[in-house]
């Protein structure tokens, strides 16, 4: 049995979702799982992978990787953290709305409106479902972030918005933006709960 299937099978089989599986030099073979999702559910309703949960898959997946001969030094398996890889249609379905990373496999070229270099091909921005057809797009402005502390005049034109339309094939990688704020805990007001 191939190595996808083994862990696949194992994770789903505990109520877990395999996000990634990957081998490195050494022996190492890391497994990364997160809980499931549904679509209609909030997904800060989702409880976090916990130490316990990956334990107990870490557990499992010994037992049937040795069943099944899979050759391996060191069995690593974690949560997903905050730049989660988004590999399909249920992690942007699930992620929508959220500021996140793409690089394209080929550069815009032709495409690119003149406000975009054609050789770009890395992008942060707002994940939405794209105005036109089926596929998604990447929502950005290039305005520059106020600094800390500094003020903002209320006459400051403001600079537009740009999307950029994609399908699931033409993406090298997309993750959730690894954005963290120091300043402490927000009320739920802040953050959006009532």
Known sequence: MALQQIVEETVAGLGYELVEIERSAGGLLRITIDNPWQAGVDRFEIPFVTVEDCEKVNRQLMFALEVDGVEYRRLEVSSPGIDRPLKNESDLARFEGELIDITLKAPLGEAASGLVNATRKKFRGTLEKA???EGWQ????????PKPGARVSKNRPLVPLQALSFELDELREARL???VDFKGRKSKTDIGEK
């Open 177 to 179: 933006a690894p954005v």
């Open 131 to 133: 105005e036109v057809g």
């Open 138 to 145: 990447i929502v950005w402005s290039e305005a520059p972030e």
